[in-house]
């Protein structure tokens, strides 16, 4: 079905609110999710309230909590969130490593308890808007083989980064396996089938089928590259910060286990670099060039990372947004 995008942005505020979110953390969940809807990532989208209504109501987001700072250094700070509302909490941390950068030149925020926080572009964005470099990982719990295995032991484990542009800066937002989680359970949900190349199912086989996905395994993104780059997130966002172990992580998907994984947002101010004052007009040069160069036969033109996304957006403003029937009516009963 199709739901206009104002409408949806006020009911999830309202959900929200009902559970007990302060206006400002209502508001910035509701918008980090509606942002995936309308730039089609509907693993990150809706499909999460109810998710976070029912470990709101378990206990395992705690509405009230604050961000502490557990250590810092001139340049890095180490954040408890508290288990208060992933995306909220994301969102602070971001803003932290911008303040922290704007003093030191670059500033790294590990962040430990923090509930899922979604579309990482969305606050890789927003940094780069602000005049900054940013990158952000994080960790999940393992769902996806290490190449060459079938065992789940590593995350999705997504990485963004943005770069200052006009008017819109470059953002580059995947995950490290094939898909992710949220976009196999989105089938699951529509009914629909997922490409081979997704995952293997239990017993280690090449799979079109959703459900026989989520008993088996994602396949790491591009083989052995994939896999090396879910490793180093492990090791920066997991351990680094002294989250779990990533074959040990839980509670980004359930309603049952408190959070475990490790968030990293890096900040970074260009013009502690020679060309950093002219790094946005420098970045859109490149860009245009590379989008206004031949396109491939069958390709009707080039486009370069975040286009596609805002170009749907654009779309589903005036469009609105497609929703499976199921998730909008029980979205509708958690308000």
């Known amino acids: 079905m199709t739901v206009d995008a104002a409408v949806a942005r006020a009911t999830a505020e309202r959900v ?3 559970l007990g979110a302060r206006a400002d953390d209502a508001a910035t969940v509701a918008d980090v999710l509606l942002e995936a ?27 009230e909590a604050e961000m502490r700072i557990l250590a810092s250094s001139p340049a890095t700070a180490l954040a408890d969130a508290g288990n208060g509302f992933g995306h909220a909490m994301a969102e602070r941390a971001m803003s932290l490593a911008q303040d922290i950068a704007s003093d030191a030149g670059v500033g790294l925020v590990g962040v430990r308890d923090n509930n899922h926080i979604g579309m990482l572009g969305y606050y890789a964005e927003r940094c780069a808007r602000a005049g900054y470099v940013a990158a952000v990982c994080t960790t999940t719990e393992p769902m996806v083989h290490p190449f060459g295995g079938s065992e789940r032991l590593l995350g999705t484990n997504p990485i963004a980064i943005g770069v200052p542009a006009v ?9 490290t396996s094939e898909t992710a989680i949220g976009k196999i359970i989105d089938a699951v949900q529509r009914g629909v089938s997922i490409p081979p190349e997704w995952a293997l199912d239990g017993r280690g086989e090449p799979t079109t089928d959703a459900t026989e996905a989520l008993a088996g395994a994602i396949n790491p993104f591009g083989g052995a590259k994939g896999y090396g780059l879910s490793l180093a997130v492990a090791l920066l966002a997991g351990l680094m910060v002294g ?27 260009p013009r502690c670099f ?22 491939a036969p069958g390709t009707d033109v080039v486009r370069v990372p975040g286009d596609r996304g805002r170009e749907r957006r654009e779309r589903c403003i005036d469009a609105g947004i497609e929703l499976p029937s199921a998730l909008w009516a ?3 009963e958690l308000e």
């Not at 008017?167 to 995950?175: A, E, G, K």
């Not at 990533?246 to 309603?255: A, H, K, R």
């Open 16 to 18: 929200l609110l009902r």
């Open 37 to 63: 809807d309308l730039r089609g990532q509907h693993s990150h989208g809706l499909l999460r309230l109810p998710t976070i209504a029912g470990r709101v109501e378990a206990g395992l987001i705690r509405p």
């Open 167 to 175: 008017p819109d800066p470059f953002v580059l937002d995947f995950s």
């Open 243 to 269: 989250s779990a172990p990533n074959p040990e992580v839980v509670g980004t998907l359930d309603t049952e286990h408190a959070v475990n994984k490790g968030d990293l947002f890096v900040a970074v101010d």
């Open 274 to 295: 020679p060309g950093g004052s002219g790094l946005a007009l420098a970045s859109t040069s490149l860009l245009d060039q590379v989008r206004s160069s031949r396109p």
């Open 330 to 332: 029980t979205i509708g």
